[in-house]
């Protein structure tokens, strides 16, 4: 089949070959949970000697990773791609994504976005995704029929529930339809990984591509299954070079194939012909111990305050924020900003999320359970305190123990609020 290359495609090595030996890609590893569990998998950390997906070095925050792309950029300027793959599934673990992606996108609009997911929980954030200019999005199908899948998947974990056996295959699939289908509507570019598993999958490839096609995915990657000790298919051997040009060249009656993949680690860095992981090994794991306030990305500390004097307002109460910088030695106040309406449950926090993405910290009397979950997970810090603004800020900023500012038992400034995450009115 003729070789389709776009102009998104042009600086993206991983779905333009042309491109491999010219443009890079980081991978940023700020994903460690999985929403399902694949035969062939086994997730380790801190595995220096492998290269494959689901191995990294460290684990990063939105934060981190922001601060870790900037110090790659520095020395590495070829770097035209920013990608999350892992080393779980980017939408099992979707508020620290999305908080990394937007960061990235805000900082550095030239660089391509990407992901790679296994379809299970990327549908919500698609539209979001597109509004990123997130352009590329890889999606691993290893079979479009469940009675073949359901030897492939130990399980599918959906919410709360688990699903096992051939549900488990339904489920999983079901959602990778209806992803791509979605993707494709969004104008995002789709490949699609198969990992090819010899007397499992393997007489199943055709009929996985003529679906993809139906779909309107860009690229198919083939890809062998690399035997991992401790999984159910250690013992299955390795799929040969020739059985994969094989499968390559059946797929490709139906879509462009991908032939230059080097299942790269969730924290690759370079050029897929020049890779620099370990020589960025140092650095990832440097960045991994940075915490939130010494990131200089995030200047300002929000404020939920009446006055603009004290810290006395719920996070919920908050219709603005008092948003200060330190400047030198002192504090200055940059802005009054406006907050989310108030109510909308838990979008309401993620919209506050997005609002404050350039706070490393918000200080208020009180805050529940869900705020604090979701804000964290964006990298914004949610200090309870109460008392004069500036010894909050001094806290914050000089990286002293949150503990002693806290002097308030009921969750609200009023005490009427349950705390519960909905937003007082």
């Known amino acids: 089949m003729e070789k389709i290359v776009s102009d998104k495609m042009k600086k993206h090595p991983c779905f333009n070959s042309e491109a491999k030996g010219k443009y890079g890609r980081v991978h940023l590893p700020v994903a460690p949970k999985c929403n399902i569990k694949c035969n062939f998998c086994d997730r380790k950390y801190d595995c220096v000697n492998e290269s494959r997906p689901g191995v990294t070095s460290n684990i ?21 791609v920013a990608g999350i793959a892992g080393p779980g599934d980017p939408f099992a673990n979707g508020e620290e994504t999305m908080a990394t992606l937007r960061e990235i996108n805000r900082k550095y609009p030239h660089i391509l976005l990407c992901v790679s997911s296994n379809g299970m929980g990327i549908a919500p954030y698609i539209e979001e995704l597109a509004e990123l200019n997130v352009s590329h999005v890889t999606i691993t199908v290893c079979a479009v029929d ?18 096992r056996d051939r549900q488990a295959a339904e489920i999983l699939y079901d959602r990778q339809i209806k992803a791509i289908t979605k993707l494709k509507e969004y104008g995002i570019t789709v490949k699609v990984n198969c990992i090819v598993i010899p007397t499992i999958n393997d007489h199943h490839i055709e009929k996985i591509a003529v679906k993809m096609k139906e779909l309107g995915v860009d690229l198919f990657n083939c890809m062998a299954m690399f035997p991992n000790v401790n999984t159910p298919f250690a013992d299955i051997v390795q799929p040969s070079k020739s059985t994969m040009e094989e499968l390559r060249k059946t797929a490709e009656q139906y879509l462009p194939q991908m032939r230059h993949c080097t299942r790269c680690r969730a924290d690759a860095v370079g050029l897929l012909d020049e890779d620099k992981t370990e020589e960025f090994r140092s650095c990832l794991s440097s960045c991994a111990t940075i915490k939130p306030a010494q990131s200089k990305e995030r200047p300002y500390v929000a404020v939920a305050s009446r006055e603009g004097v004290l810290i006395n307002l719920h996070l919920g109460e908050a219709k603005y924020f008092y948003i200060w910088e330190k400047a030198e030695d002192d504090f200055r106040l940059v802005e009054k900003r406006k907050a989310p309406q108030q109510g909308g449950g838990l979008q309401r926090w993620h919209q506050l999320a997005r609002t404050l993405g350039d706070c490393r910290a918000v200080l208020s009397s009180g805050a529940g359970k869900n705020p604090c979950d979701i804000l964290e997970k964006s990298s914004i810090m949610v200090v309870e305190a109460a008392g004069l603004i500036e010894t909050g800020l001094e806290t914050v900023y000089e990286n002293k123990a949150t503990g002693i500012l806290k002097g308030r038992k009921s969750p609200c400034a009023t005490g009427a609020c ?3 995450g909905g937003g007082c009115l």
């Open 146 to 163: 469940p009675e073949i899948g359901k030897n492939i998947y130990s399980w599918v974990k959906d919410g709360n529930v688990i699903y």
């Open 418 to 420: 349950s705390g519960s």
């Open 60 to 80: 990063l925050t939105p934060a981190q990773a922001s601060i870790y792309m900037d110090k790659v950029l520095e020395r590495e300027p070829r770097i035209t």
